[in-house]
């Protein structure tokens, strides 16, 4: 486009509604660029992004900036027609994702202050719900009993009672999935794993945990589950079962075992496999019958939301969830504080006032308990939501409402994963983070998935199948493999009714069986809402005003001989390293199950052989979706630690493209932490085309960078050079506290690293403090995931008791090999760090031998020997530990005591 090139504004420019006053640019307007409004013409002061708004006419300072009639912020000067209408989050995230062209100097508008809505309930007055057609839309569905609804797929499910099993239900997926194969009525066997209820305690989110997993079992899309759960868990089967029973859940109707590893992970393996095949005929027996649409349940979800999300794709899934509801279906909206702005639209149609009242009362919780975390639902939108045009909560909230059409009134409001028992339009209470709203709506009992998106969200669940709705045709076009839906047609003149027909059309069919581009490419993920720290606002001044730890060792009392312990390494990064790995680093929860997928696509090709020993991917739900300050420093330290680690001989950060924690954003912090960033990889699922696509040019940045790379070739080091962190789970006797505290002395007093958590059974045991610090008493010396840069013996911050977050936490200090005593079950291994389990317990050593890689027995005297040893073997890569080796491995970061889903 020339710079003063004249157009009409239907070419470039969208009012949502004809009060506004701010315009939705359809394309890039360069400075200059002269639009016809009219009889009048406007200039375009400076150049003006797809998606970002432009004055229409002259807005006074003071004066409300509008978008459907609905104000989202206030000129703070006078801006005149054309003007780049610009907050200041807005020229923050435009200069962070270095976008090349001149910005305006200083913002124009500030956000509208989010009042809390007032209902008028003396001139409120119930709505009607649209009609029902008078012949209505059938699909061809799983007829289940017990009330529990028809089902749109055929699933035997294998679901975690908490995150210590979900890596013992991915492994027994992969087991399972080429006997699901050979049933061609089953549309598979499929993990749910998740991150809650891991800890030692009672989960504050308890009841929503176990309404969530009550609701996963009786699905209609299960054919059976089998459920596991492993002893002393905070959360068991047996409390979902109680929950379940006393709920009126439909258990009894589905096809289920409950299971509890209590014995080696390989033995529990050949256990669950023996039950899972025997329910494979049965389920796969299962025919599709016609069925009336009274039987479909949508659940009504965006993701990577932009400006032109409330103009194309919101009501496109708007129109067709009310054809759902006018053949007697269901329909579920989410996304509690993805509403707040928009309140008076929401209800401007409702069923009755306590229905109002409700839906207000769960706004006010939301905000209620982010502000117990020092924060507001302005966090909400994401980077990736600002660049495309998203300013505010505000205006994301007036475009995410889109997705209940104007006639459609509100009949119910529901408690997240609450079952929906009527056919009727339904609101649910549930974070914005998607992954976490979309779980709870499948566990209401929704059995089909709308997911709107405008930066192309790649995203389906293991079980409900997605339809994916893009905005826009260049983003369809961008990634036409990854979406079903192209929206962006609405903006090109295809009429609202003729496009809505057609995805009506393919609605139907695809409940009816014909899979999605989600399930074409294999793509699934799970992420229940996660659990929140505070349970009142009375401990937010003192986690905010607490301390930075400094980064300096303790003192130890004395240093044991090393005993002349060398092991054998290669050359790394930062020095001789006990291995080199390549790492791919999701930049968010929505890029993790991709990274995996890359990883071991490279590690079968047998890139890097000779050079490498393995890819790494590191899979997490953090960096959208969730709340800023504390917990967002926590993930950009911890992201840092992993890819400066001594073991990372090649790094590639790998982003969705919609997220906070976008790859802009890390080459910032890595510049401000005085790393080059042009020493690392970079890729975006969405900006690089796809699935298909991203992988070609992960494969061809890895192929460059090891051109480069020496052999691995091993020599021999002492420990000064090692760096060990150090764990014990469950009761520590004395005599394996003393063989830890050698083992400590030995590396710290050779020069060498060793971390141990702030948490846990090692700084309890009197024996082991004494031993090391003498009368000392420990103190914390590095935050959580702060890389060890001295040597010594230090102390990791951890937040919580969940050992996955702890292993999480140590591994980005830098820690090369991991030793654990294990007093009950062995722990879940981490992802590219080995652990090595031993116990000195004889109930562990008798039912679980075979997950242990030592036995301390006899001569406690030598117990530290047989620890260096056992060390020494992994960190010269000459033994692999068990449980590693079984893919009983997980890695989970924390989010502190104040970061909370948004």
């Known amino acids: 486009m020339g710079a003063y090139e004249r157009v009409g504004f239907e070419e470039v420019g969208r009012l949502p509604d004809p009060r506004d006053n701010a315009a939705i640019a359809v394309r890039t307007l360069k400075a200059g660029t002269r639009v016809m409004c009219g009889e009048d013409e406007i200039v375009i002061r400076h150049t003006v992004l797809e998606g970002h708004r432009f004055a229409v006419r002259a807005i006074r300072s003071g004066d409300p900036l509008l978008s459907w009639g609905l104000p989202f912020g206030e000129a703070v000067r006078g801006i005149p027609p054309g003007g780049y209408l610009c907050n ?24 509208a202050p989010l009042m809390p809505y007032r209902l008028d309930e003396e001139r409120f007055r119930p709505a009607e719900q649209v009609p029902l057609h008078p012949d209505r839309a059938t699909f061809y569905g799983y007829r289940r009993g017990g009330g529990r609804g028809v089902g749109t797929r055929n699933y035997v499910v294998v679901l975690g009672i908490t995150s210590r099993t979900g890596s013992f239900a991915k492994a027994l997926e992969r087991r399972m999935r080429a006997a699901a194969g050979g049933h061609p009525g089953l549309d598979g066997v499929v ?163 306590d229905v109002a009242r409700r839906f207000l009362s769960m706004v006010e919780r939301f905000e209620e308990r982010a502000a117990w975390h020092g924060h507001t639902a302005e966090g909400n939108p994401s980077g990736g939501n600002n660049l495309r045009g998203l300013y505010n909560i505000s205006i994301k909230s007036i475009g995410a409402a889109r997705k209940k059409d104007p006639e459609v009134r509100l009949d119910e409001v529901v408690e997240y994963g609450e079952r929906m028992d009527a056919p009727g339009f339904y609101f649910m209470d549930s974070p914005g983070n998607d992954l976490e709203s979309v779980a709870g709506q499948v566990a209401s009992g929704a059995n089909l998935i709308f997911f709107t998106t405008g930066n192309g969200s790649i995203t389906n669940f293991p079980f409900v199948p997605t339809i994916k709705f893009v905005t826009t045709t260049g983003r369809y076009r961008l990634l036409e493999d990854e979406m079903d839906v192209n929206a962006g047609a609405y903006l090109d003149g295809t009429p609202m009714e003729e496009l809505g027909r057609r995805t009506f059309d393919l609605t139907l069919r695809v409940a009816s069986g014909e899979r999605t581009a989600g399930e074409r490419a294999g793509h699934s993920q799970v992420s229940i809402w996660r659990e929140w720290r505070q349970t009142g606002p009375g401990n937010l001044d003192r986690l905010l005003d607490s301390p930075t730890p400094d980064g300096e060792p303790l003192a130890v009392v004395g240093s044991r001989p090393s005993g002349g312990w060398t092991y054998e390494a290669v050359r790394g990064g930062r020095g001789p390293a006990a291995d080199r790995v390549g790492l791919i680093m999701p930049t968010s929860l929505c890029s993790g199950q991709i990274a995996l997928r890359i990883a071991q696509k490279l590690d079968e090709s047998g890139l890097g052989e000779g050079k490498l020993s393995r890819f790494v991917a590191l899979p997490h739900t953090e960096g959208c979706g969730v709340s800023g300050g504390s917990s967002e420093e926590i993930y950009g330290r911890t992201v840092l630690g992993y890819l400066a680690h001594p073991l990372v001989g090649a790094a590639l950060l790998l982003e969705h493209g919609c997220e906070k924690t976008h790859n802009d954003y890390f080459r910032a912090l890595l510049s401000s932490r005085g790393l080059d960033p042009e020493a690392f990889g970079w890729a975006s699922i969405q900006l690089d085309g796809g699935i298909e696509r991203v992988t070609r040019r992960v494969e061809e940045w890895f192929e460059a960078a090891l051109a ?151 001569d406690a005297g030598r117990w530290t020997e047989s620890l260096m040893e056992a060390i020494m073997l992994v960190a010269s890569r000459r033994y692999l530990p068990k449980l590693f080796g079984r893919g009983n491995v997980a890695f989970q970061l924390t989010r502190g005591l104040l970061g909370v889903s948004l």
Not at 88 to 111: H, M, S, Y
Not at 339 to 346: K, S, T
Not at 809 to 835: F, K
Request: aromatic share 6%.
């Open 88 to 111: 200041e989050k807005i020229l923050r995230v435009l200069r962070e994702r270095r976008v090349g062209f001149g910005l305006p100097r200083e913002a124009n508008f500030t956000d």
């Open 191 to 353: 993990a749910v794993a998740h991150t809650e209820g891991g800890e030692d305690r009672t989960p504050n989110n308890l009841d929503l945990l176990l309404r969530t997993l009550a609701g996963f079992m009786v699905h209609p899309n299960v054919g059976a589950v089998l459920a596991v759960d492993e002893p002393g868990a905070p959360v068991t089967g047996e409390m979902v079962r109680r929950y379940a029973w006393q709920g009126g859940y439909p258990l009894g109707d589905v096809p289920h075992r409950f299971m509890t590893l209590d014995c080696p992970f390989e033995t529990g393996l050949r256990r669950a496999e023996k039950i899972v095949a025997g329910w494979l005929g049965e389920v796969g027996r299962a025919r599709r019958t016609e069925e009336p649409l009274s039987g479909l349940r949508v659940a009504l979800q965006c993701g990577g939301s932009d400006a032109f999300s409330g103009v194309s794709a919101n009501p496109l899934a708007g129109w067709v969830a009310k054809e759902v509801l006018r053949n007697g279906g269901s329909a579920n909206l989410a996304e509690t504080d993805e509403l707040i702005g928009a309140e008076e639209y929401v209800l401007s149609r409702v069923r009755d006032l």
């Open 708 to 858: 480069g790379m020496g052999e691995m070739e091993g020599f021999e080091v002492g420990l000064e050079n090692l760096r060990l962190g150090l764990h014990a789970a469950g009761p520590l006797s004395e005599g394996a506290a003393l063989a830890l505290a050698g083992v400590t002395l030995a590396v710290v007093g050779a020069g060498g690293t060793v971390v141990v958590p702030g948490r846990g059974a090692l700084l309890e045991s009197r024996a082991y403090r004494q031993a090391v610090l003498g009368d000392v008493r420990p103190r914390i010396t590095l935050a959580y995931g702060q890389v060890a840069e001295n040597p010594g013996l230090h102390v990791m911050e951890t937040p919580t008791t969940h050992w996955v977050e702890t292993a999480t936490g140590m591994g980005a200090t830098g820690v090369e090999v991991m030793l654990a005593h294990v007093a009950g079950r062995p722990l879940q291994a981490h992802r590219m760090i080995p652990l090595v389990q031993v116990s000195s317990d004889p109930g562990t050593v008798e039912r679980y031998a075979e997950d242990l890689d030592a036995v301390l027995a006899g």
